[in-house]
């Protein structure tokens, strides 16, 4: 088995499982979400650099989570209403994850792996992100404060 970013699935809000496979040679942004965070206004500038960016080559991956603070403990069902009728999302939300812990998913459990951030092997919040190149290469972490705007600098270097 290769080991690398494509390896993995997850599964949509709507129950349908995606390989990240599908998303070979893009340049990819994994977030884990949480619509009731004083961080989620970040829906709205990451659905920004979603139509910014998708035709060149950007896809954002929104996994939320209910580990910090309970601050996604919706459905599915209101968790995707939530977020287009707040924030308008078009890009990919999955399922509702554990990010940290014994049960945290395999995508996020190979992030951590690959980019450590301050507290080691553990995310620290909400909208925490991790920028995977077109190779499928983890290639930069960022803070959950970090702003959606905050990067687009390293978005557009990746998309050359």
Known sequence: MENNFYQFTARSLQGKDISMDTYRGKVILV????????????????EELHRKYKERGLCILG??????????PGTEKEISEGCL???????QI????????????PIFKYLKDRLPGFLGKKIKWNFAKFMIDRN???????????????LINDIEKLLK
């Open 31 to 46: 977030v884990n979400t949480a619509s009731k965070c004083g961080l989620t206004p970040q829906y709205e500038g990451l």
């Open 63 to 72: 996994f939320p989570c209910n580990q910090f603070g309970g601050q996604e």
């Open 85 to 91: 009728i707040n924030y308008g999302v078009s890009f």
């Open 94 to 105: 999955f399922s509702k994850i554990d990010v940290n812990g014994d049960n945290a998913h």
């Open 136 to 150: 499928g290469i983890p290639v930069k972490r960022y803070t959950p404060t970090t702003t959606p705007e905050m």
